[in-house]
Nanobody, 129 residues
Framework: QVHLVESGGGSVPAGGSLRLSCVAS????????MGWFRQAPGKEREGVAA???????AYKAFVSGRFTISKANAQSNLYLQMNSLKPEDAGMYYC???????????????????????WGQGTQVTVSS
């Protein structure tokens, strides 16, 4: 069973930075997609960034170069460095994974995560104006 556990959320002023972490365990395969989704109150969940086992990355347009997704220790650790945070970035951030990864990263991030197989419990991000 795959387990994803996020950490690193918190409260920062606009323009601040946070680094989210996700620790993954229980991977039976070496091919995977992992990424971050977010959901603000009253809004649909949306993809933010994703990375695959080859190291390819993808970002949603609203990231605009402010966020960086990375991984370490093969597939065990996933990070999201978020800089220049805006109030509209606030919400619950979820680590997500598909193992194995059978589609493009864009497809993985589409549809609010309806193609995601595994989810973490989420970590809250608050950005004050």
């Amino acid at each position: 069973q795959v387990h994803l556990v996020e950490s690193g959320g918190g409260s920062v002023p606009a323009g601040g930075s946070l680094r989210l972490s996700c620790v993954a365990s229980g991977y039976p395969y070496s091919r995977y997609c992992m990424g971050w989704f977010r959901q603000a109150p009253g809004k649909e969940r949306e993809g933010v960034a994703a990375v695959d086992s080859d190291g390819s990355t993808a970002y949603k347009a609203f990231v605009s170069g402010r966020f960086t997704i990375s991984k370490a220790n093969a597939q065990s650790n996933l990070y999201l460095q978020m800089n220049s945070l805006k109030p509209e970035d606030a919400g619950m951030y979820y680590c997500a994974a598909n193992i194995p990864c059978s589609s493009s990263l864009a497809n993985f991030m589409s549809g609010g995560g309806d193609k995601v197989n595994y989810w973490g419990q989420g970590t809250q991000v608050t950005v004050s104006s």
